[in-house]
């Protein structure tokens, strides 16, 4: 599905260098739920964001479904994240203005969808904010702003899910509920893959990959125990 080879990416210049991601290689396969943990500065979002063509290699491949795609511009980047790849950060940029199911209907805007208001609503049902529809940001709790940039990030149904800390700005019990969400969307066959810095969100994961560094140095495949506990 998707696989990085060897990439390397490097900030500033000359003495100024600095190595954010070292050789990397990595490869998400479909159905595949994988979290991301490492200390601060070692190459987490950096990863996801190169995963998602928000950021450029300095060197290696990146590959989609069999091609490479470092070198399109960004012009054929924004299709494929418009398309393929979704994105969940820990904000929840929402424009405050418009009620939930106008945020859903954002990405709708730049496609030749049909129904557009019947799917944006189906998604809101299926995040469980139906009767949210109406109403504003403000109007809402952290968690529910949360499961509307989900559905925002599912309105184009994506086979990628690409998440940045989604759970860093709620309780324990509203970041479960979302996590239950995570869960259950990849039993439907999306593939995930999570920045944490938290062990008990990893345990939701199939696959904990570590980064230290800018260097993977470890890979560990779980048993998903951590959704269960009360």
Known sequence: MLEIKNISKIYGEGTAKV??????????????????????GSGKSTLLNILGGLDRISNGEVILDGNRIDGLDENALVDIRRGKIAYVFQQ?????????????????T???????NQKALGILKKVGLEKRAEHRPSQLSGGEQQRVAIARALVNDPS??????PTGNMDRKTGRE????????NKEGRSIVMVTHDPEIAGYAKEVVVLQDGQIVD????????????
């Open 19 to 40: 190595a954010a991601l070292k050789n990397v290689s990595f490869r998400v396969n479909e159905g595949d739920f994988i979290a991301i943990m490492g200390p601060s």
């Open 110 to 116: 730049f496609c030749g969808t049909n129904n557009k």
């Open 178 to 185: 979302i996590l239950a969400l995570f869960d259950q969307l």
């Open 219 to 230: 890979r560990i495949r779980q048993e998903r125990a951590s959704k269960n506990e009360n």
């Open 160 to 165: 990628l899910i690409l998440a940045d800390e």
């Open 92 to 108: 929840y940029h929402l424009i405050p203005s418009l009620t939930a199911l106008e945020n859903v209907l954002l990405p709708l």
